[in-house]
């Protein structure tokens, strides 16, 4: 897997000097600063500590199975600046030299908000995934057929959470299938939406979310989903 992060840091200066010294108790493969440059921190046939307490598809223990870039920006208490673009462009290199060299499927470039979601929301939605995947990195869906979906939101229950709740555990995220929009289901739905749909994060499934939901599914393979 790849995983992607902000540093949340004030300067990519700082980030490195944290993520070089062993009390942080963090580290990542790859840092690239907010003019692009690139440095590797930790080479890639090594853990590096940079998903902590996470899942997908099941698995925990991310760190042992991924490669983590991170992206200097210092988040939003310090207003969450863009992503300059050619940092971006300077992480889309980066990124398709690494799923290429790893075959890391599509579906397994993700955020640090996808596998803990409710304790990370990194890199954020200004993050630039459609972009990274118009460069061959990552999975980006248009959601068509979406006129006829019932909006599923928090104090729903009953066979159509459910199934929402089976979607979004078949696409990886942890997510227990209770049959009741609870905060959890909640918070999995605001990380769907600040990887896949970014113009509005409100952890409400509304029509768009579901048909994102679905293609993304229908893209990796899985079968569709939510109706
Ligand atoms: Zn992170």
Redesign the pocket.
Known sequence: ML??????MASAGAACRWLCDPASQVSCHYLVDDQGAVTQMVNEDRRAW???VSSWEGMSDINSRSI?I?VHNPGPEAGYPDFPPAQMAAVADLARDIVARHAIRPEHVL???DV?PGR?I??GEKFDWKGLASAGVGLWVEPTGVADMAVLKPGDAGGAVSALQAALARFGYRIVVSGSYDEPTRIVVSALQRHFRPDRIDGIADAATQAILSALLVACGRGEAVS
Do not use: R
Not at 3 to 8: D, E, K, L, Q, S
């Open positions: 995983i992607m992060h902000y540093t949340g940079h998903a902590g983590g991170e955020a640090h908000s803990a990370k990194d890199p």
